[in-house]
Structure formats: structure tokens, C-alpha cells
């Protein structure tokens, strides 16, 4: 009996040190995955942190100070964290790029891009989409991307010390707080017309600058049978004109001389490759300007109407445009590689 007992305690005992080491070598386990996973979590709320900091200091300095919140993350297409959203409490939005902190888009008459869009990845300004079960959508019109047709990824290097640049931009912004940054806006608003779709964007930013230059130049610039959206962005559909699609940028000039002549308008269309400092000038005369984008890298380019710029030494160089989207007031990099050309009027 003693035996029989003694038998049975060693036996509970070991029972008792396998289920205690399987146990350990579990919480070990799962300790890694969660301290893993805990890291994750705090590089990202130390990301968003050093992007909120230098998203106030950008309203800052260009005087629209405000609140921002509902940081959001964005994917490259790579699907690597890449940049963040946050909402303007006074209207708009303002993107921040998480590894050089640089800010590639910001909008002050729009809400985000991303609203209700669970896994949103960005590929530099005006390039929204998103990604479900690894295959990439469009948010303009939900087709598929495939990612091999993408001639350039929007992906720039991490800076390591954020605190030191974070320091230097506060320092900048100390030495220059009784200078303001130069910015420039057309003396009258474009019409927020929207695109039709269907690849029509060079038609809308063609039908835009008209009604501009009807508006403040001369009234001669169209009919009054032309003057409504539905009519005007038709009018430049017409394939005598800009055309029904997708359009290069010889073809817009063409339309638009063409367009000229057909209504004896005295004005001619130029094509010139990008260029800030003509953007600038033209600006200064309160005349807009149409500028080809690379827009998506997809294979797909995209029209838009400069009405305004942003020079600041702080901030850097912007071009405040209107993307025929139905709103004005959108801020771009100037310096992006994907601005193409432009077409502008003589007069």
C-alpha cells in the first residue's frame, strides 16, 4: 500500500513538472510574439507622434493653425507602413510621410481620401488606394491594379534621428516666426466642377480655366448657351476639342487652340514642360495654369488647374490645385517628379 502511494505521488509529480515546463515554454513563446507585437506598437504611436508634431508645425507656419486627430495609417504598395492621416479639426486633412516626415498632400476643402477604408495604401500625391485579400483597388472607380504595371513606388528613407529633426524644425520655426512664407492665390476662385470620369480630366481642366477666364477676363470666352458644367465640360468632350478620354498633352493644346479659333477667342494655348517659376509668374498675374501629372504611376495621368503656390524656406515649395474633383484647395509638393507638363495662355 505504501508503495502503491508512494508510486502514485512520484507519477503526480511528474505529471505536474511536464504540464509546468510545457506551460513556460508556451508563455516564453507567446511572450515573444507579444512583446513583438508591443514593439510594433510603440515605434508606431513614437511615428505618429514626430508626424502630428511636424503636421502643426506646417499649419503653423503657413498661419492655419489647428487641431488635428483620427491619425490613420497608409500603406505603400509594397504594403509597409508608410505615411499617416490625420483629420484638420477646421476642415481637411493633412498627410505625413513616417519615415522622412516630409508632408506630400494636404487639403483644406476636402475630406480624407480614406474614409471607410480599412487597409489604405498611398502612393504619393493624388495616388489613393486600397488593398483587400493583397490586390490593390482604385478609390476613384474600384478597378484592380496590378502592382507590376507601377513604373515608380512611393517610398522614402527613414530618418534616424527624428527627435533632432523635430528639434531643427522648432529651432527654424523660432528664427523665422516674424516672417511669413509666400503665398499666392488667383485674385478670383475656380469653379469646383467635378469630373465626369471615363479618363475626361484633361476635358474638366480645360473646362475649368475657361469658365476662369470668362469669369475675370472677358466674357467673350464662352456663349451663354455654354456657361453650366454639364455643358461646358461636353463642350470640351467634343473630339474637335480636348476629347471624350484619357488625353496627352499636346492633344489638350491642340483642343483648346482649337477651341480658340472655332469662337475667335485672341489667346493661344502653350505647352512647356514643368517649371515652379512659371507656375509662379502666371500666378502673380492671376492667370491659371494645367498641369500633367503622372498621377497613380499606373499608367494613368491626370489633369489638374493650378490656382495658387506656397514658397517657404520651412515647408518647402507647394502648388495649391484643383483636381476636378469638385473642391479647390489642394496642396501638392512642387517638387514631385511625377508633374509632366503644363499648358498655360498666352494671355
Known sequence: MKRSLKLFVLLLALVIIFDTVEVSAASVKNSGINLQLANDICEWEEDVEYAQIC?????SNIGRDSDIQNPKI?????????????????????????????????????????????????????????????????????????IGDANDIYKRERIEDKEAYIKGKKKNKIKRSRKKPIERQLKGQLVTWKNPGNGACGATAAAITLRYYHDYVSSDYIKPEFLSESAMLNKMRDLR??????????????????????????????LVDYSFYTVRAWINKSRPIIVWLDADYFKAEHWVVIHGYSDDAANGQYLIVNAGWGYNGLWIEADSHSLMTMVYFSK
Open 241 to 270: 476639342y480636348v476629347g471624350p478620354g484619357g488625353t496627352y498633352d499636346y492633344e489638350v493644346k491642340r483642343g483648346i487652340n482649337q477651341y480658340f479659333w472655332d469662337y475667335g477667342i485672341d489667346n493661344t494655348a502653350n
Open 55 to 59: 503636421a502643426e508645425i506646417f499649419l
Open 74 to 146: 497608409l500603406y505603400n504598395v509594397l504594403g509597409e507602413k508608410e505615411a499617416c492621416i490625420f483629420d484638420i479639426v477646421d476642415g481637411g486633412y493633412i498627410i505625413v510621410n513616417i519615415n522622412d516626415l516630409s508632408i506630400p498632400e494636404v487639403s483644406f476643402e476636402s475630406s480624407s481620401p480614406y474614409d471607410k477604408i480599412e487597409v489604405p495604401v498611398y502612393n504619393g500625391p493624388l495616388k489613393y488606394y486600397y488593398m483587400v485579400d493583397g490586390l490593390l483597388f482604385s478609390t476613384n472607380d474600384g478597378s484592380m491594379i496590378s
